[in-house]
T-cell receptor, first 113, second 114 residues
Framework: DAGVIQSPRHEVTEMGQEVTLRCKPI?????LFWYRQTMMRGLELLIY????????DSGMPEDRFSAKMPNASFSTLKIQPSEPRDSAVYFC???????????FGEGSRLTVL | GQQVMQIPQYQHVQEGEDFTTYCNSSTTLSNIQWYKQRPGGHPVFLIQLVKSGEVKKQKRLTFQFGEAKKNSSLHITATQTTDVGTYFC??????????????FGQGTILTVHP
């Protein structure tokens, strides 16, 4: 079975540009999570969705960050405008009540110059 | 808010030595999960403990959940180079209604010298 699929795997952009990260959760999972990982702050939960509905976005750093889940098989995390301090690895994870544990994608490594 | 602390932050061992990482939560947890992240990789689920005082083993790995459900430990016997990586504990706050919403510890980075 395919796992959580993220794209792009690597993104290098310049400050001020818009960045869109994409995620396809595991089929049948109804919860999706966006995490950010940095050396300084570790794994931080940004936002999560249940049944495509955003439940808790308290981890979103500021208004420059937005996330959507238009259907059960697709989610995006957008940063506009991007800043160098946004450089990090962004992970998407999905789960279901039956599964319990989180299944992570391989991550999108973002570098903002 | 809920905090999950792990110690040590780093651990360097010789191959064959044992390794232990400890996890402490500021709040009671409904369960504790452990993940491993290889260098350059993504977190991968290892195990979940649910019951107070629970102990589970996976080959050379032993996981414990404290009686108060606020702490946990992972012990690796006779480390191998394949054990290299960062080990994270994570847990949902007890009484929470949102499954899957985990607070992660900062992780313990394990390096193994052959």
């Amino acid at each position: 079975d395919a796992g959580v699929i993220q794209s792009p795997r690597h993104e290098v952009t310049e400050m001020g540009q818009e960045v869109t990260l994409r995620c396809k959760p595991i089929s049948g999972h109804n919860s999706l999570f966006w995490y950010r990982q940095t050396m300084m702050r570790g794994l931080e939960l940004l936002i999560y969705f249940n049944n495509n509905v955003p439940i808790d976005d308290s981890g979103m750093p500021e208004d420059r960050f937005s996330a959507k889940m238009p259907n059960a098989s697709f989610s995006t995390l957008k940063i506009q405008p991007s800043e160098p301090r946004d450089s990090a690895v962004y992970f998407c994870a999905s789960t279901s009540r039956r599964a319990g544990e989180l299944f992570f994608g391989e991550g999108s490594r973002l570098t903002v110059l | 808010g809920q905090q999950v602390m792990q110690i040590p932050q780093y651990q360097h061992v010789q191959e064959g030595e044992d390794f232990t990482t400890y996890c402490n939560s500021s709040t009671t947890l409904s369960n504790i999960q452990w993940y491993k992240q290889r260098p350059g990789g993504h977190p991968v689920f290892l195990i979940q403990l649910v019951k107070s005082g629970e102990v589970k083993k996976q080959k050379r790995l032993t996981f414990q959940f404290g009686e108060a459900k606020k702490n946990s430990s992972l012990h690796i016997t006779a480390t191998q180079t394949t054990d290299v990586g960062t080990y994270f504990c994570a847990g949902p706050k007890a009484g929470g209604t949102s499954y899957g919403k985990l607070t992660f510890g900062q992780g313990t980075i394990l390096t193994v010298h052959p």
